[in-house]
């Protein structure tokens, strides 16, 4: 599983209300993403961060944030939770080792918006 | 035109089949491509990794590159009931850039 570990692995919320999914990686890399996987869409990317600090929107950015203090956090908040956000959140790694650069995913994160 | 395309299927073969997966893509600039196998409820699985085009082989695994036309494969011989999962392709252009994904095939092999 390359060391990451996302939490909860499940949560029922009600609409309105802010809800944070919590990533963690055992090994600093760099390059750590959020996505969300819905039927009839696959995976789809929400934010990605390239280091502390540093972070970018992917596909499907609108309602979420990210924030990165340190290497091994990177956090997804749902501003105000919509029905439309119920999913399953996956984060993932992917490693800058000299010519690999494979991606890892966390187990996910059942999320439910009532 | 999606990005990367791969049939949802499902994929019905008995068990000892060889099974083909495929994607295609339009994306010139791809070089990284990545297969995953997802088991219900659990989160994807790095099988396969190839930079560039080519052949790579793992055990039953065998992952094909070819950029001229745009298409990469997963082959699985002697398919088990445990290679019945959902096999997601992804890609990229860069080394840190996201993968982009396809939607996945849903495989199921009876014995």
């Known amino acids: 599983d390359a060391g990451i570990t996302q939490s909860p692995r499940h949560k029922v919320t009600e609409t309105g209300t802010p809800v944070t999914l919590r990533c963690h990686q055992t090994?600093?890399?760099?390059?750590m993403y959020w996505y969300r996987q819905d039927p009839g869409h696959g995976l789809r990317l929400i934010h990605y961060?390239?280091?502390?600090?540093?972070?970018d929107k992917g596909e499907v950015s609108d309602g979420y944030s990210v924030s990165r203090s340190k290497t091994e956090d990177f956090l997804l908040t749902l501003e105000s939770a919509t029905s439309s956000q119920t999913s399953v959140y996956f984060c993932?790694?992917?490693?800058?080792?000299?010519?690999?650069?494979?991606?890892?995913f966390g187990q996910g994160t059942r999320l439910t918006v009532v | 035109q999606k990005e990367v395309e791969q049939d949802p299927g499902p994929l019905s073969v008995p068990e000892g089949a060889i099974v083909s997966l495929n994607c295609t893509y339009s994306?010139?600039?791809?070089?990284?491509f990545m297969w995953y196998r997802q088991y219900s409820r659990k989160g994807p699985e790095l099988l396969m990794y190839?930079?560039?085009?080519g052949n790579k082989e793992d055990g039953r695994f065998t992952a094909q590159v070819d950029k001229s036309s745009k298409y990469i494969s997963l082959f699985i011989r002697d398919s088990q009931p445990s290679d019945s999962a959902t096999y997601l392709c992804?890609?990229?252009?860069?080394?840190?850039?996201?993968?982009?994904f396809g939607k996945g095939t849903t495989l199921s092999v009876s014995s």
């Open positions: 993932a790694i992917r490693t800058d080792g000299t010519g690999r650069t494979e991606a890892f």
């Open positions: 090994e600093n890399h760099r390059y």
């Open positions: 961060s390239y280091g502390v600090k540093d972070t």
């Open positions: 994306n010139s600039a791809f070089q990284y």
């Open positions: 190839t930079y560039s085009s």
């Open positions: 992804a890609m990229s252009a860069r080394a840190g850039t996201a993968l982009i």
